[in-house]
């Protein structure tokens, strides 16, 4: 037995073609390259799409716009829902997986054949999704709640998107297995890979929770099973819709630490604390469909507490943690690089004119100030009843998903695109604004929301004025105001969005070429990128002093507008 | 780095830096104490969304609406019942049931309530989910058709108050409205 070393040679018949990355030293397949690049593009294709409806959608909430017909808006935003939360950000998630996976771990990609039925698979879902959505028969929503029922079409879309992504999440995995058989790393899997790893193992429990309910749904809508249940029907599909969006956080996680090494050096300060926060995701993660459920009949206030709560906040805890750690390791990483004066040179002469940097730390912050903060008051049991369903809701996930993933994802591409297109960024002064255009963007078009939400104005909703309702209701002036600036934040990140694509075509299609030996990137990794680290834990004892009053202004805010609206709640009808 | 594995094998019996350490055990306490704070308020706050919820089928509580309209509607001085936008308004019991039906587009009756009563309000669609957000003071609630869902109200305030329906129910969606108006 003993002699059976399957580890050290390829099984037979599999050729893989490396060449090495002459800026990272990394190992890098073809096989890999290739579907990291197409399933990067595709995203980016669908980003541009969703993108466009969602600016159609801001600009008709504006009052004084109200650039489409009612019909129109219903449509366009089931689109915009689809196409950027699904499918920019799940086959971007595919290409950092492929990334994580093979990449990182400098291994082949297993099963390349597979990997492009995958994608084929997403992109005839993806496809097939958007036709059914503007052929006008299902602007059901992104969350199609029965009884209102779209076209079959809608339904069986989604799951062959699902079906698709499943695949390449399986691949990931079965990656992992031929690196680890072919010992292309040695010893523990690098911090960026094990977040992938979260992110893959969320995203299997998400898909089958989708499953779980969208082929019952697909059956009804084909007239094959008579009724589904509209409580039922929430607690599964949350199961995938909120879940979904922890696959988004440990991808986006991953990317920030991803970001911080290759730019600033920087290393995790402790490997095990970073681990177990990312392993807290894993295991506690997955009960936030309560979240949209709390104020519904029918559910026990236990359930909802323990469930919303992600049992006691455990998952909760994890992101803290990340919220530490992470600028506590670029701290660490800027001050080993010579930005040592006082507490806070480390921030103030960090390479804020390099975009994945900025964009990655600006990504960080409003992560964690207006999508973490506005997550936990509104999964709150009580506090939710002050704003479910208003505004403020899509106001929390443009805070995580846009200012969060989608910005931390745009930021990766300044490093990975050069590095994998053998192309430098072709207009670095666009590249240099544009994280900051489309974060001050997308910040404000969460905060505005947040506050329109807090005055009760309604999402999903055409016509604030409320001009042909039943009974006539006028919502404050303020309001109003609200719906206005968030058009113009809208209108920010529009501008931001698109200087994103057309840097990043533009560097594909006609970016000077890196191929002479002494080509430089305009935007630097940093020198520790290549080289060996002796030890984890930048320095046995590193000052913190400016991440710690970072951390402790961030508990203050938390703790104060945690508490500001408890006293609103407090001001209600009574309901008891 | 992370992007490399760590060099040190044995990673996880390295110390955790007291900064970090620091930090998780506040972030942890804080955690439980907004747990804790939840189940507290069901004991001191007068603010929790009830969970009693019957089964129904939706034509036998438009029935149940419907006569408890008939029953308490408003008379003017003349005896005759009183409506408002074509919509009956209705006076419940003090202190008694209070059904509303919400259907496509509207929230059905006009209901008029006292301050400081405590109702027992029912709730339930005829068709699909909406909405029950009262304004401007802000208490939301999801209606799901086949889920008669019973809570306690105690208007706190006087005046007209809109209902406005933020569970997307269609292309009638911004015009289901409903009112309550609320007497001293």
């Not at chain 1, 507490?343 to 912050?365: D, N, R, Y």
């Not at chain 2, 006292?114 to 669609?125: D, E, I, N, P, Q």
Request: proline share 4%.
């Amino acid at each position: 037995m003993a002699s059976i070393d399957t580890g050290a040679i390829p099984s037979a018949g599999v050729e893989a073609k490396f060449r090495i990355c002459r800026f990272t030293g990394l190992r890098v397949e073809a096989n890999a390259e290739a579907l990291i690049k197409v399933n990067a593009v595709t995203a980016v294709i669908f980003l541009l799409l969703g993108g466009l409806m969602g600016l159609g959608v801001a600009l008709t909430r504006w009052p004084a716009v109200q650039l489409l017909p009612a019909e129109w808006f219903y449509l366009v935003l089931t689109g915009h829902g689809a196409n950027v939360l699904l499918f920019w950000i799940i086959f971007f998630e595919v290409a950092v997986l492929y990334f994580a996976g093979a990449i990182l771990l400098g291994s082949r990609l297993a099963t390349p054949k597979l990997a492009w039925l995958a994608w084929v698979l997403m992109v005839v879902g993806a496809v097939m999704a958007n036709y059914s959505v503007l052929r006008g028969d299902s602007s059901v929503m992104f969350t199609s709640y029965p009884p209102m029922m779209a076209s079959h079409w809608f339904y069986l879309s989604l799951i062959i998107f699902a079906v698709g992504a499943l695949l390449a999440v399986i691949i990931f995995f079965a990656t992992l297995v031929v690196a680890k058989a072919e010992r292309t790393y040695d010893g523990s899997v690098p911090l960026v890979t094990f977040g992938a790893i979260t992110a893959a193992i969320i995203a299997v429990f998400t898909l089958a929770s989708g499953a779980i309910i969208l082929i019952p749904t697909w059956l009804w809508s084909i007239g094959l099973i008579s009724g589904i249940d509209s409580l039922m029907y929430k607690v599964v599909w949350w199961g995938m819709g909120h879940s979904s969006q922890q696959i988004n956080v440990s991808a986006h996680v991953a990317i920030w630490y991803a970001i911080a090494a290759m730019v600033v050096g920087a290393k995790p300060l402790s490997e095990k604390v970073s681990r177990t926060a990312f392993l807290m995701y894993i295991l506690f993660l997955q009960l936030a469909s309560a979240h949209h459920l709390l104020a519904e009949p029918g559910m026990s206030s236990t359930w909802k507490i323990v469930n919303t709560s992600y049992m006691m906040y455990l998952a909760v805890l994890g992101s803290l943690i990340h919220g530490l750690t992470v600028p506590g390791a670029i701290e660490a990483a800027q001050r080993r690089n010579g930005f040592n004066r006082g507490w806070f040179e480390w921030l103030t002469k960090a390479p804020w004119g390099h975009p994945a940097f900025s964009g990655m730390f600006l990504s960080l912050v409003m992560f964690g100030f207006i999508g973490g903060i506005s997550g936990v008051v509104l999964g709150t049991e009580q506090l939710n009843v002050l704003m479910h369903n208003t505004l403020y809701v899509p106001g929390h996930f443009h805070g995580t998903v846009v200012a969060g993933t989608t910005l931390a994802f745009m930021a990766v591409c300044y490093l990975l695109v050069p590095l994998m297109f053998g192309r430098d960024i072709i207009w670095p002064t666009l590249a240099k604004w544009q994280p900051y255009l489309f974060g001050f963007g997308a910040g404000g078009i969460s905060l505005f929301m947040m506050g329109a939400g807090t005055l009760g104005v309604a999402r999903r909703h055409w016509d604030i004025s409320l001009t042909d309702a039943a009974h006539a209701y006028e919502f404050p002036a303020a309001a109003y105001l609200m719906m206005g600036l968030n058009g113009l934040a809208a209108i920010l990140a529009a501008l931001g969005g698109a200087i994103f694509i057309i840097v990043i075509v533009g560097t594909i299609l006609a970016g000077p070429k890196l191929s002479g030996p002494n080509a430089k990137l305009t935007f630097p990794l940093h020198d520790a990128s290549r080289q060996a680290v002796s030890e984890y834990g930048s320095e046995r004892h590193p000052k913190l002093h400016g991440t710690v009053v970072l951390v402790t202004i961030f508990f203050v805010a938390f703790a104060l507008y945690y508490f500001v609206n408890w006293k609103y709640l407090s001001e209600l009808w009574l309901f008891n | 780095m992370a992007i490399n594995p760590p060099s040190n094998r044995l990673w996880w019996k390295e110390p955790i830096h007291s900064v970090e350490l620091g930090w998780i055990i506040v972030a942890f306490l804080w955690g439980l104490f907004m747990f804790f704070f939840m189940i507290a308020w069901h004991f001191i706050g007068d603010q929790n969304l009830s969970n009693e919820t019957y089964r129904v089928t939706p034509s036998a509580y438009e029935d149940k609406v419907a006569a408890f309209a008939e029953e308490y509607q408003k008379k003017d001085a003349n005896g005759e019942p009183v409506e408002e936008d074509g919509v009956p308004v209705v006076v419940p019991p003090e202190g008694g049931d209070v059904y509303l039906l919400a259907r496509l587009w509207e929230f059905w009756p006009i209901l008029e309530l006292k301050k400081g009563v405590a109702y027992r309000f029912h709730l339930s669609s005829a068709d699909w989910q909406h909405g029950f957000s009262l304004q401007p003071t802000n208490i939301n609630i999801t209606v799901h058709p086949g889920y008669e869902h019973v809570f306690k109200l105690t208007p706190t305030s006087s005046g007209v108050f809109g209902i406005v329906c933020n569970e997307y129910c269609g292309i009638g969606h911004h015009t289901m409205t409903g009112r309550i108006r609320v007497v001293e």
